[in-house]
């Protein structure tokens, strides 16, 4: 299998090097890291934005596309980090701990070559960890029926939950609301229209694509505008000094803790970068012998956060791409990008696209050495791109969100819809409503009714999903999440009962 | 934020996912198509769903009478000067914690913001993708406080002009020409640009 997997690699490589995939990687790269670097966009609003150009390309390039944007926008919101204090992305919030102390302490060449390599290597880590265990994984997920799938998107949701600690209630009824926008429309199995008030226009259902540029894209230049955000840092200097070698074995347990970090928790659907990044922060600061002295500008402080970010890369991939379950927006919009183009992710797409795959393994690989070249570039001429008006930016955000709507089915009324969802997420967003579970149930809602149904035609019974040995397991992990996720409210009721008793 | 706005901001987003609930389970269980009779039934998943919302609505609910109740509590403790015991105060759902956010956002803008969206909806169909993306880019820099009337209408026809050449002729993409003489226009307007040639 190793020798297979090496081999199919290769044969990605030299997919990956043509000029159009290369091009499209590299151009997906500078997109993501410019778009991170700015406060107020995300590198997701960027993904969602790339959808419409999917429409000229193969699966491949257009895959290789928004992989170059993710990997390349992950990392690029530690840049304003590291300079501004202002966090590109949430997950670089930990970057402003200790990069912009190093920043304010006259080091800030030294703080972006720390993040730009620690970024790449977490990167490339994840990145192996995909090659080597997606195939595997993809093999067992073959031996899946309705029942186990139905279970596995169970799972993905029940996850999504979990990671809201918080914030449960307002993570659960985001969900909800997107379990219930998923079931609008022709249902599966007689074709009955369902939720869509005798309105032709919703038979065919919410296309989640258009829903997720509308939160995405339309959504944030909503919350930007109100924000009245203030970019101009004309004197900026992003000169970067990358580590040398012996800095870099200093770190390397750092390093090494944090990519593992990163990619057990980028597996977790709808923990992310900011879920991996803050662990990473924390773990290391417990174990650091300069723990103490975290957040005045400790050099494992900043590589920590910085790996573990992007060693969620790959790992979030995994579950896309055996399974067909997205678990995060990054992954949702590449699913989509698959899903327009006709390709179906999931454990087939190991047998019969083998080519897509390893040109994405390879991407992902290459993408990650990427960052390192253009990292250095936009951090050069960051005070340029901070120089852009916002209103130019966010008036063509706007714009290509109408042209992507329309493009997914060629009907006026996605726009409509696409609208309306940024309306929403704008209003969800300054409620803080996480936005992520309502996409995530609109995606795998229909999904999850189709399986649950189509186990039930085959084996009659809902106890069918406890009593097969792997849906049982499935069910089991799903049941141990909703546990954890719930242990702290538990304990926090039980000490307040004592404290009234006391 | 005053206390009637924020106890406004408690209560309405549980009652406005209640209110949802209950007019998307009415309108299912009115619904002569979706029969509950048949096996595998097409409202049973959607039913199971918006149950769901209404449950988390009500917990919502429950939650944020709660949240009022103790600031009630705390209040009159605070009132008869005794030592507060402010553990367990703040529940986990509680809006107030995002009011400091809240006062930072620009109302007049949003109000702005959303109605040049709708406008922009709706104007696609009936002037046509051209005119009605001429016509927001030029608001969206309005509202964003550039006043240069030069800026607006340059960086409007140059984008516009841009987002054509990209997505009609290089990506063959039949974006909406408009209806009636809107239609004739940008028909007229492509094969002058020879964005395309067929009609």
């Keep these: ?502 | 934020m005053v206390d009637a706005e924020k106890k406004n901001k408690h209560f309405s987003i549980p009652l406005f996912c209640l209110a949802v609930g209950i007019i998307l389970l009415t309108n299912l269980l009115l619904d002569p198509v979706i029969d509950l009779q048949k096996p595998q039934s097409p409202g049973l998943w959607p039913i199971a769903m918006v149950s769901g919302l209404l449950l988390v609505g009500f917990c919502m609910l429950c939650t944020a009478i709660r949240t009022q109740l103790r600031e009630k509590h705390n209040l009159l403790a605070q009132n008869n000067n005794k030592q507060i015991d402010h553990i367990g105060v703040k529940q986990k759902f509680d809006f107030s914690q995002q009011d400091s956010d809240e006062s930072d956002h620009d109302d007049r803008k949003l109000f702005l913001g959303i109605v040049g969206i709708i406008a922009y909806g709706f104007t696609v169909h009936y002037l046509g993708f051209t005119l009605a993306t001429v016509g927001i880019i030029g608001y969206w820099l309005f509202i964003w406080n550039i006043k240069s009337f030069l800026k607006i209408i340059s960086t409007s026809f140059v984008g516009t002009g841009l987002i054509l050449v990209v997505f009609v002729k290089i990506g063959y993409l039949p974006l909406p020409k408009g209806v009636g003489q809107f239609h004739d226009f940008t028909i007229w307007l492509f094969r002058t640009l020879s964005l395309f040639q067929q009609s």
């Design chain 1, 1 to 502: 299998m190793l020798l297979d997997i090496l081999n199919n690699l290769l044969g990605g490589m030299g997919n990956l090097f043509q000029l159009w995939n290369f091009g499209l990687l590299a151009l997906g790269s500078l997109i993501g890291i410019t778009a991170g670097a700015l406060p107020g966009i995300a590198f997701v609003n960027a993904m969602a934005l790339a959808l419409p150009f999917a429409y000229f390309m193969s699966p491949v390039t257009a895959m290789l596309f928004l992989t170059g944007i993710y990997v390349g926008g992950i990392f690029g919101g530690s840049i304003s980090s590291i300079l501004l204090n202002i966090p590109g992305s949430p997950g670089s919030l930990p970057a402003t701990w200790d990069g912009y102390p190093l920043t304010k302490s006259g080091k800030s060449a030294k703080a972006l070559g720390i993040a730009i390599t620690c970024s790449a290597i977490g990167g490339m880590v994840s990145a192996m960890l995909m090659i080597f265990f997606s195939p595997p994984f993809a093999n067992f997920a073959l031996t899946f029926d309705q029942p186990e799938f139905f279970a596995a998107t169970f799972l993905g949701l029940v996850t999504v939950i979990a990671i809201a600690k918080g914030q449960m209630l307002p993570a659960l009824a985001s969900l909800f609301g997107g379990l219930v926008f998923g079931s609008v429309g022709f249902d599966f199995f007689y074709g009955a229209p369902r939720l869509t008030f005798n309105w032709e226009v919703l038979d065919g259902g919410i296309h989640f694509v258009v829903a997720m540029i509308g939160m995405f894209a339309i959504g944030e230049v909503l919350y930007t505008l109100t924000q009245n955000l203030k970019t101009n840092h004309r004197n900026l200097k992003g000169h970067t000094q990358l580590p040398r070698v012996k800095e870099l074995w200093d770190l390397k347990t750092t390093i090494a803790r944090a990519s593992g970090i990163g990619c057990m928790i980028g597996v977790i659907p709808g923990a992310g970068g900011i879920v991996g990044a803050v662990i990473s922060y924390g773990v290391e600061k417990q174990v650091s012998k300069r723990g103490d002295k975290f957040g005045t500008g400790v050099e494992e402080g900043l590589a920590a956060p910085e790996t573990a970010k992007n060693a969620t890369t790959g790992a979030a991939t995994i579950p896309m791409l055996t399974l067909g379950i997205p678990g995060s927006a990054a992954t949702a919009i590449m699913m989509a990008a698959l899903m327009l183009k006709g390709v179906n992710p999931g454990p087939i797409l190991f047998v019969q696209g083998k080519e897509l795959v390893y040109t994405v393994f390879a991407g992902y690989l290459v993408a990650n050495v990427l960052i390192v070249v253009f990292g250095l570039l936009i951090a050069r001429g960051f005070s340029y791109i901070m120089r852009v008006p916002p209103a130019i930016l966010y008036a063509i955000i706007i714009v290509l969100s109408v042209i992507g709507a329309f493009a997914v089915r060629n009907n006026i009324f996605d726009i409509y819809i696409a609208l309306a969802f940024g309306i929403l997420s704008y209003f969800m967003k300054r409620f803080n409503f996480p936005t992520t579970p309502l996409v995530l149930g609109l995606i795998l809602g229909p999904l999850m009714e189709r399986f649950y149904l189509t186990s039930l035609a085959s084996y009659g019974s809902p106890a069918e999903f406890l009593v097969r040995p792997k849906t049982a397991i499935i069910m089991s992990i799903a049941g141990l999440f909703l546990v954890w996720s719930l242990w702290p409210s538990v304990i926090e009721t039980i000490r307040r009962i004592r404290l009234k008793e006391k």
